[in-house]
């Protein structure tokens, strides 16, 4: 690991807020349709955003979770991403909601989507935390975003750098020395 610091970009008041926000209008969106609900978290970075947003959704639900990954930068633009996790539960005929904490291509979402349609859910919705709208390679339709934060390495609140400070109650921003 590079020698680097870590100052606060999103501050845990901030984060609080628009989780609020982002639920409100979730929760509005999802009682338009009478669909059992499912919220897929993508593991690990969406764990802790998913934990606090689907609390202030009152709306029934389940709860699942994936774990993809993407293959090496060669194959980046294919968009094809390997399903480590599958989700347990059947999706056919749901309305799923996917949580994210961070989309820049978007591919791998992409992926996951047409996934998950493919089993038959009802209807894809997906929520991030933030989103680097400029670095979007693939036109994933990314229907709740948190914050747009400049071309810059974050972590906290779930996001890692090497597996560290998923633990940070704010959003930090990465700075090597
Ligand atoms: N931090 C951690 N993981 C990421 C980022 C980031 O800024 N962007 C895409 N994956
Ligand atoms: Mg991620």
């Not at 400029?134 to 994933?140: F, I, L, Q, S």
Request: charged fraction near 30%; hydrophobic fraction near 40%.
């Amino acid at each position: 690991m590079k020698k680097h610091k870590v100052d606060v970009m999103i501050s845990k008041e901030e984060i609080n807020n628009k989780v609020v926000e982002l639920a409100n209008e979730i929760e509005k969106d999802l009682k338009k349709s009478d669909n059992e609900v499912i919220c897929i978290g993508l593991l690990k970075g969406s764990a802790i955003f998913m934990g606090d947003l689907i609390r202030e959704i009152n709306h029934p639900m389940k709860m699942d979770f994936m774990s993809v990954s993407s293959y090496g930068s060669s194959m980046e633009t294919s968009g094809v991403v390997k399903i480590l996790k599958d989700v347990d539960e059947d999706v056919e005929g749901k309305d799923l909601l996917i949580v994210e904490d961070i989309i820049d291509s978007g591919l791998t979402l992409e992926y996951v989507t047409k996934f998950l349609l493919n089993k038959g859910a009802a209807s894809v919705k997906i929520c991030t935390l933030l989103d680097k709208p400029y670095r979007r390679k693939a036109d994933v339709p990314v229907d709740y975003v948190g914050f747009e934060i400049p071309n810059e390495f974050v972590v906290g609140y779930g996001i890692d750098y090497a597996e560290l400070y998923r633990n940070l109650p704010y959003i930090g921003r990465v700075t090597l020395l």
